[in-house]
């Protein structure tokens, strides 16, 4: 799947993958009820709603923020890093913390994630079918 097209809890499981989570250990998502949350070191993950969840992520990776107008935002990410061989496009879009997100995924898998997720209670779940927007 295309990382920059990662959307609601899907993309919220591949920051906490991003971040390190565990799939199993402190990171849980509820295939069987999805929607109500990712799991990541026993509380809710909702980065889309509280930035400091990440800005310690986005002041390491060095993510920028340029105004470009009409309420519109510019984010990119330096040049790629040892385990990063494809450079982040720039990134326009009207709330820079969704893109936020986007960079730190692709600053760990890349433009690509995987299509599958090995877990613990459910085996290995395709995850295209999950890539929904938030209700």
């Not at 402190?26 to 889309?48: H, M, Q, T």
């Not at 990440?54 to 060095?62: G, I």
């Not at 990119?76 to 709330?95: E, F, G, R, W």
Request: glycine share 8%.
């Amino acid at each position: 799947m295309n990382t920059l097209e990662l959307r609601g809890d899907l993309l919220n499981l591949f920051v906490a993958l991003a971040l390190g989570g565990v799939e199993g250990q402190d990171l849980r998502a509820p295939f069987d009820e999805w929607g109500c949350g990712i799991v990541y070191k026993g509380n809710i993950f909702s980065p889309e709603k509280d930035v400091a969840l990440v800005w310690p992520t986005v002041m390491k990776l060095r993510i920028s923020t340029t105004d470009v107008g009409d309420g519109r935002w510019m984010v990119t990410l330096p040049a790629p890093t040892d385990t990063q061989s494809t450079p982040l496009p720039p990134i326009y879009c009207t709330n820079p913390l969704a893109a936020y997100r986007h960079a730190i995924v692709w600053s760990v898998f890349g433009p690509t994630v995987p299509d599958t997720l090995e877990t613990r209670l459910f085996g290995v779940v395709k995850l295209e079918g999950y890539n929904l927007n938030f209700a």
